[in-house]
């Protein structure tokens, strides 16, 4: 899959709906960023007083732990938009046209499922912690603003999973279309091109807002 989505522009619902989501998950994204910096900041901080001050930051482990919340899961639905979550593409990398989406269709199913499951026991779980009052070991932060962020992220996966399937069904429909909300799908030799470009701070080419292809 692609880290730079080609994504057709157009008038119709899912584009209007793919576009809506991007904002939102582009936020969640920079709070996760923001998180990983935080920390590390606090790391630092960390380090020099109780190396130096001989004062340490009450409840620094406590603070790390309620962090991961935020670093792990924020970023899941920007990731899925780019296509950058591990593939395992030996079979479907070697499908075409209406056979290849069926695949998608089939293993987009399957990720909503299991997700949607992740979002009912995670908010059972942010639930309880809220109602017990829990908190941590040590500084006793309380425990459920970090356990509320699992399920809300999820949530946006869920959304974006949602509109990645309508995307492949109207591919299966008809697979000449131009993609809408999915991730556009490259060979071996494409991806490894892209991650020239990458490593060497190259700008990719701009898609055509047409039918999502680099101009010619």
């Not at 079979?91 to 695949?103: E, H, I, Q, S, T």
């Not at 591919?171 to 991730?183: R, Y």
Request: proline share 5%.
């Amino acid at each position: 899959m692609s880290t730079d989505p080609s994504v057709a522009r157009s008038s119709s619902l899912l584009s209007s709906f793919d576009r809506w989501m991007q904002p939102i998950e582009n936020t969640a994204n920079l709070l996760a960023a923001a998180a990983i910096f935080m920390l590390m900041v606090l790391g630092a901080s960390q380090i020099f007083l109780r190396t130096v001050m001989n004062s340490p930051i009450a409840g620094y482990i406590d603070l790390v732990e309620l962090s991961m919340a935020t670093m792990a899961f924020l970023g899941a639905a920007y990731c899925q938009r780019l296509g950058a979550h591990i593939r395992m593409e030996i079979l479907v990398g070697n499908l075409k046209g209406r056979w290849l989406w069926a695949a998608e269709i089939f293993g987009t199913l399957i990720a909503l499922f299991i997700i949607g499951v992740l979002i009912w026991f995670g908010w059972e779980h942010f639930l309880r912690s809220y109602q017990l009052g829990d908190t941590t070991i040590d500084a006793e932060y309380p425990v459920w603003p970090s356990k509320l962020l699992v399920p809300v992220a999820f949530a946006l996966w869920f959304v974006r999973l949602l509109i990645q399937l309508a995307g492949s069904i109207r591919l299966f429909i008809n697979p000449s279309l131009a993609p809408i909300g999915i991730a556009k799908i490259m060979d071996v030799a494409e991806t490894a091109q892209e991650e020239i470009h990458e490593a060497l701070g190259d700008d990719l080419p701009d898609t055509d807002e047409n039918d999502g292809r680099p101009p010619s």
